[in-house]
């Protein structure tokens, strides 16, 4: 299910299977969660916060531009990746990406 919010132009993911996010522009946050296989979220420009919560199987976050935060929690494993541009604060299981 991708769903995009009318205000914000945000993205949130709740997938049954692998999902790779690359090149995007997204005009507000970018919300994988809950997903039970992998995601992999590489060279994004993101103008809000990144939030990846409680996804499964692995999660990959690399050299994506976030405006905001990025926030990862209740990942299993915890999420691997780097070479992240955060105007805010990372986060959590993100906070060496």
Known sequence: MLQR??????IQ???GRTV???????GGA???RENREAIHVH???VEADV????NASGVEVRRNTVDGNLQC???SPAPAGGANEVQGNKEDQCAAL
């Open 13 to 15: 993911l709740e997938l």
């Open 20 to 26: 790779t996010l690359a090149g995007n522009h997204v």
């Open 51 to 54: 939030q990846l919560f409680a």
């Open 30 to 32: 970018l919300q994988p």
């Open 43 to 45: 060279g994004n420009a």
């Open 5 to 10: 919010s009318k205000g914000g132009g945000s």
């Open 73 to 75: 929690n209740e990942n």
